[in-house]
């Protein structure tokens, strides 16, 4: 406990804190006041959405010490599964790179395909975040997360070729930004999925719209009280504002991850590596006081704002447990969540290559499930 003498210090340098950052605060309101003139109401399309999510690394971990065995799995809105795998930190970087291609070098899988056509044969080649390890030191688990970003950005460009029977919204979950790439191959590969957008339109006259949604950006997370001081999207009915690219890069560290190809355009000099979206903050519900969200569209299609984030309101009007959320997005993390009796059996499937790897020594590893692997979580018994 903090004794009432510390607590009235603590006020005070607190208050004296905020005192002295006001400034701040008013500068954020300057910045982001403009955007009350740009607020538009949003007017509700017809338009079939799919969303297309990958399993939570997180919450989809098959532990059993001393392995990690993660899996990638990529799932749809209409509960589709495009991939599964199980993947370690200690897999050789070579067993995966195999796995794409077939004997003669042809691509089998999503990963492959997009490999492909971004001219690149191994995965140190597509990021520079997967390489090989020197054996005998610890492996860093978060490079199966690089590996997980890139099957989802393969899986979508590999879904952008196939036909379509309506106009159809892909909704993505996060933003249509990366730093997962290596060199160019980025934009590059933004390249190719806008041109089978294109080609859906030359091939069968169907509009294919591609956007996607975050839960929290440093954008939002920064203006978020200058936002309400302001009034900004404080509507009583649905509504979105384009978010300008200069307010964005003062909300990140690095500049680059807000910096778009429209951006790159304008200053000249280096070109946009990371950055596919631009972003609009939505309002889909009609209180003031609605949730706000990070929406990001595909870069090309900016001119279309207005019917991509029309054709996102009835989906995230019904949306649910989370109101006015896009349902389609919820619905993809539901069918990709592997949990409870789903969970268990591929946890038991650990314990099962365990127990035949040690062969005669198998029923040590019975004795180990019963011991308590946590004794010190009985004091909050």
């Not at 839960?215 to 978010?243: C, F, I, N, W």
């Not at 949306?319 to 059996?345: S, T, W």
């Amino acid at each position: 406990m903090i004794d009432p003498a510390t607590q009235v210090q603590l006020k005070e340098a607190i208050a004296d804190c905020i005192g002295i950052d006001q400034g701040v605060l008013d500068a954020l309101r300057e910045e982001i006041k403009p955007l009350n003139s740009s607020t538009r109401g949003i007017q509700p399309r017809a338009t079939t959405s799919i969303s297309l999510v990958g399993t939570d690394g997180g919450n989809n971990q098959l532990q059993f010490d001393p392995f990690l065995i993660q899996l990638v799995r990529v799932v749809d809105s209409s509960n589709n599964e495009y991939c599964l795998e199980a993947v370690s930190p200690t897999t050789p970087i070579q067993k995966l790179n195999e796995r794409q291609f077939d004997a003669g070098g042809v691509p089998i899988t999503a990963l492959g395909e997009m490999m492909a056509f971004l001219g690149v044969d191994t995965l140190p080649k597509l990021s520079h975040m997967i390489r090989p390890t020197d054996r005998g030191k610890p492996v860093s688990p978060s490079w199966v997360q690089v590996y997980r970003e890139l099957v989802e950005w393969a899986i979508l460009f590999s879904i952008l070729k196939k036909d379509f029977g309506t106009d159809t919204l892909i909704v993505c979950d996060g933003l249509l930004r990366t730093k997962v790439f290596a060199k160019d191959l980025f934009p590059r590969l933004l390249q190719g999925m806008q041109e089978r957008i294109d080609n859906q339109w030359k091939r069968s006259h169907r509009r294919v719209y591609l956007a996607g949604v975050a839960k929290h950006s440093k954008v939002l997370s920064r203006y978020r009280l200058a936002m309400a001081l302001e009034g900004v999207l404080q509507s009583d009915y649905p509504a979105y504002v384009e978010v300008p690219r200069e307010v964005e890069e003062k909300a990140y560290v690095w500049s680059e991850f807000a910096r778009g190809e429209d951006r790159a355009s304008e200053e000249g000099g280096e070109i946009n590596k990371f950055v596919g979206g631009k972003m609009f903050l939505v309002k889909f519900g009609n209180h003031r006081r609605d949730p706000v969200w990070p929406v990001d569209i595909f870069v090309p299609q900016v001119t279309d704002a207005q019917i991509i984030i029309g054709s996102m309101l009835a989906d995230a009007t019904n949306g649910f447990p989370v109101p006015h959320y896009p349902r389609c997005l919820q619905k993809a993390h539901e069918n990709a969540a592997l949990v409870d009796f789903d969970f268990d059996i591929l946890q038991d499937f650990i314990y099962e290559g365990v127990r035949n790897s040690l062969g005669v020594e198998a029923s040590t590893l019975d004795v180990f499930q019963l011991q308590d692997a946590d004794p010190a979580q009985k004091r909050y018994s």
